[in-house]
């Protein structure tokens, strides 16, 4: 049983150590029947935290789900780490019990909660295209990716002058 504590920390650890991305996957072109077919974007959200100790990235897990990877560095003598990583639908719900506990996050939680939004009861994109996902709801998704973006660059709005 997860307890108010046990979120309480895990946002500090989001907050601190974590990060919270809209991105598009590359489309490829697919052939169906013979012809290319148009592809619907596919944006994912995910909720990721890497460290070098990895206990931790074993208790997101344990707690929450999701995978968890081991990183080799390339260069110099530093540590390999784990990284501990959520996605869609599960990263959106996790979101939405640790907002009222995130900090720094906040607001790239509450913009990736909306996107998550726009993915219920929306066709998937089927092979050639066969089932669109309106043009509307494609673009309100780059919005909420360009706006993730930014926040994740430093922008926050309340701030003085909008970056800190």
């Known amino acids: 049983m997860i307890v108010e504590t046990d979120l309480a920390y895990v946002a500090g650890i989001i907050d601190g150590e974590g990060s919270i991305v809209i991105y598009q996957r590359p489309m490829k072109k697919i052939i169906h029947h013979g012809k ?3 592809r619907t974007p596919k944006h994912e959200l995910n909720v990721s935290v890497g460290m070098t100790d990895r206990k931790i990235p074993y208790y997101l897990k344990d707690l929450f789900g999701g995978s968890v990877c081991g ?9 390999p780490f784990w990284k501990w990583s959520v996605t869609g639908q599960r990263a959106s719900d996790l979101l939405k019990r640790l907002l009222p506990f995130l900090k720094t996050k906040a607001l790239q939680a509450q913009t990736a ?3 998550q939004d726009t993915k219920k009861n929306n066709p ?3 092979a050639g295209g066969s089932k669109q996902v309106p043009k509307e ?13 930014r926040l994740n660059g430093g922008y ?9």
């Open 137 to 149: 709801i494609i673009n309100k998704r780059i919005e909420l990716m360009e706006i993730n973006k």
């Open 36 to 38: 290319y077919g148009d």
């Open 156 to 164: 926050d709005p309340e701030f003085m002058g909008g970056y800190y």
């Open 71 to 79: 990183v080799t560095q390339r260069s110099g003598n530093r540590k």
């Open 124 to 126: 998937k994109g089927g």
């Open 113 to 115: 909660i909306v996107f």
